[in-house]
């Protein structure tokens, strides 16, 4: 009887709301299929010291290979998998991914750099997230420090109250905290009191148009901001010679963008892994 009086727009939103339950479906069959295919691998991207440009990490990135379609960016997978719920399973495997690279190198190349993984607020629904994540540490006999975490401003914002004690946890046992892409979400500085973080992330809209004097303005204050509170203070998204210098000048501690590297297979961090080792055991 709706459908009688409602006529064709109620039709046509039934049919809307079914295609979108039916993309779900796919996606989410889909991301079931990869996770058991072993289809998700991991990335590093490179982090330097400012001043000396020396490696001093990795940012771990995963990326999806699909037999039929090739990559898939984590920008389009990851929302989804936090919408089905997958990004538990996803993320787990994620972070197992990253400890055996890390015992990996411990192994082969006597030491190894920190290691950071974005997780997603969703992971923290896991009321024992913090305790799997140093359990999984232990098992890998990492030693506190060697693994990171980042998470986004909006990530911890809607859920003070369930991230900040597994925060509080991690940072307890050793794990440093970064917020990433810092500046592009809300209420940044209450998060900054709250959070007990080791490093902020500039996001790269306020590194992107650096030396520009406005976008200098706004870095040199956030700096200013992070050494007070004694954070890192990573520029992302460095891609030109004179971003490098001038996030530098401004007080950045740590550079990261595809100017001093990009993303790189397992196999191409662990030769500048062993390059930066050599040279400064
Ligand atoms: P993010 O954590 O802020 O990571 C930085 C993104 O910027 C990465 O994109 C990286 O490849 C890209 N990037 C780095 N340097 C440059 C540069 O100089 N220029 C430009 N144009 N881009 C640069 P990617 O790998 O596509 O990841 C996008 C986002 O997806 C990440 O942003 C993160 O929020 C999310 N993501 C990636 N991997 C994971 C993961 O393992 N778990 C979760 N939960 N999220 C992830
Ligand atoms: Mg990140
Ligand atoms: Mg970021
Ligand atoms: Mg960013």
């Not at 109620?10 to 809307?16: K, Y």
Request: aromatic share 6%; glycine share 8%.
């Amino acid at each position: 009887r709706a459908k009688a009086t409602a006529g064709a727009s109620w039709l046509f939103f039934d049919a809307t709301m079914k295609q979108a339950a039916q993309a779900r479906l796919e996606v989410e069959q889909a991301l079931g299929r990869a996770l058991a295919a072993g289809e998700f691998l991991l990335e590093y991207q490179p982090k330097f010291s400012a001043g000396t440009r020396q490696l001093c990490g990795f940012e771990a990135l995963v990326r999806w290979e699909r037999p039929d379609r090739g990559r898939v960016s984590p920008v389009e997978f990851i929302p989804a998998a936090e919408r089905t719920g997958q990004i538990k399973a996803l993320g787990g495997l994620i972070i197992a991914m990253a400890c055996t690279q890390l015992r990996e190198w411990e192994q082969t190349l006597g030491g190894a750099l920190p290691v950071a993984v974005n997780v997603s607020p969703l992971q923290f629904e896991d009321p024992l997230f913090a305790e799997r994540l140093l359990e999984q540490l232990r098992a890998h006999e990492l030693p506190p420090g060697r693994f990171e975490i980042e998470i986004t401003e909006t990530a911890a914002i809607g859920h003070v109250e369930r991230v900040l004690p597994q925060l509080a946890q991690l940072r307890q046992a050793g794990v440093p905290i970064a917020l990433d892409d810092f500046g592009i979400g809300q209420s940044s500085l209450t998060m900054l009191r709250q959070l007990p973080i080791a490093a902020m992330k500039l996001d790269s809209s306020l590194i992107t148009p650096l030396p520009a004097s406005d976008a200098a303005a706004i870095v040199q204050a956030a700096c200013v901001l992070g050494r007070s509170l004694k954070l890192e203070i990573v520029a992302e998204g460095v891609e030109t010679p004179a971003q490098a210098t001038s996030a530098e000048a401004l007080g950045c501690t740590q550079l990261q963008g595809y100017l001093l590297g990009r993303p790189l297979p397992a196999a191409i961090a662990t030769q500048l892994l062993e390059q930066a080792l050599r040279k400064a055991p």
